[in-house]
């Protein structure tokens, strides 16, 4: 599945900041979703993830009660509400479409192109 994340940008610690994820050639709503992000000389790390039904969500703790994670499958799309932002969240973000257990295990089919989330202090 092709994926576009979008939404990312220069931002001031404690600032807010939605990013969305989307395909324009196929129907997100059967698959599970999920977000991650990757800072210079990191691995790729886990941030949240949200069944098809949306019923079943999982963040990191690192992330846990400042990022949400929601879909809406009338719109094809995924999104990611990112608050009380710290500089350590500094990352290029990634949606990805598979399993909410290989997902939750870092785990996904493809990897679309990223978007840049920079947090200042």
């Known amino acids: 599945v092709q994926l576009q994340a979008s939404g990312g940008g220069l931002m001031q610690a404690g600032d807010s900041l939605r990013l969305s994820c989307t395909s324009s050639e196929r129907t997100l709503r059967s698959f599970a979703m999920g977000w991650f992000r990757q800072s210079p000389g990191n691995e790729r790390e886990f941030v949240a993830a949200?069944?098809?039904?949306?019923?079943?969500?999982t963040y990191a703790d690192s992330v846990k009660g400042r990022f949400t994670i929601s879909r809406d499958n009338a719109k094809n799309t995924v999104y990611l509400q990112l608050n009380s932002l710290k500089p350590e969240d500094t990352a290029v973000y990634y949606c990805a479409a598979g399993a909410f257990e290989r997902l939750l295990n870092n785990q996904a089919p493809s990897w679309g192109q990223g978007t840049q989330v920079t947090v200042s202090s």
């Open positions: 949200i069944s098809w039904t949306g019923y079943t969500i």
